[in-house]
T-cell receptor
Framework: AQSVAQPEDQVNVAEGNPLTVKCTYSVSGNPYLFWYVQYPNRGLQFLLKYITGDNLVKGSYGFEAEFNKSQTSFHLKKPSALVSDSALYFCAVRDGEVNNNDMRFGAGTRLTVKP | NAGVTQTPKFQVLKTGQSMTLQCAQDMNHNSMYWYRQDPGMGLRLIYYSASEGTTDKGEVPNGYNVSRLNKREFSLRLESAAPSQTSVYFC??????????????FGEGSWLTVV
């Protein structure tokens, strides 16, 4: 079955600096990759996804992610962090060659942006 | 824009009690899901319903039952609650168009404590 690893439990950055939240995946077929954000006491909100095409995917709130097949990675990035970006971020993967609804999530990375 | 609505938001149960978490979506989605979120473990799929009239087990189905009442509603039942079922539960939905590339949309969560 597919799986996702988010190697950092916590990422701290200063406001205005670039941020990166890391994600690596394992899947037998083609990876369909997703990023979600969760604010305190709320549900998960969709940020962006990679299905096919351009390796650089742009999403909501100025976030982007780069699909790297050779490194099996899908890191989330933003050029200039805001305090309001502080939240819990989840990477998720589906196997594009298996016709089911099985989406696997990483354990999450808590991003803290300090003023 | 209600999206995915789940109730109750908070519940405390005694060991052995039963309860049902209710979920409804107004996006005309075919597929619905129940996940649980535990610290350090991300989200794990309990059950899903690919379409009205079908349900399937996910990663962690033991101790739970589900009912897809109609296209809009998908309920999760704990028949005999155990402390290990203390968690945050999320209902979610998605279309079936686009296959595995479709986005999952989440409710706000239900915080369940079993004492």
């Amino acid at each position: 079955a597919q799986s996702v690893a988010q190697p950092e439990d916590q990422v701290n950055v200063a406001e205005g600096n670039p941020l990166t939240v890391k994600c690596t995946y394992s899947v037998s077929g083609n990876p369909y990759l997703f990023w979600y954000v969760q604010y305190p006491n709320r549900g998960l909100q969709f940020l962006l996804k990679y299905i096919t095409g351009d390796n650089l995917v742009k999403g909501s709130y100025g976030f982007e992610a780069e699909f790297n097949k050779s490194q099996t990675s899908f890191h989330l990035k933003k050029p200039s962090a805001l305090v309001s970006d502080s939240a819990l971020y989840f990477c998720a993967v589906r196997d594009g060659e298996v016709n089911n609804n099985d989406m696997r999530f990483g354990a999450g990375t808590r991003l803290t942006v300090k003023p | 824009n209600a999206g995915v609505t789940q109730t109750p938001k908070f519940q405390v149960l005694k060991t052995g009690q039963s309860m049902t978490l209710q979920c409804a979506q107004d996006m005309n989605h075919n597929s619905m899901y129940w996940y649980r979120q535990d610290p350090g473990m991300g989200l794990r799929l309990i059950y899903y319903s690919a379409s009205e009239g079908t349900t399937d087990k996910g990663e962690v189905p033991n101790g739970y039952n589900v009912s897809r009442l109609n296209k809009r509603e998908f309920s999760l039942r704990l028949e005999s609650a155990a402390p290990s079922q203390t968690s945050v539960y999320f209902c979610a939905s998605s279309t079936r168009q686009g296959g595995n590339g479709n986005t999952i949309y989440f409710g706000e969560g239900s915080w369940l404590t079993v004492v």
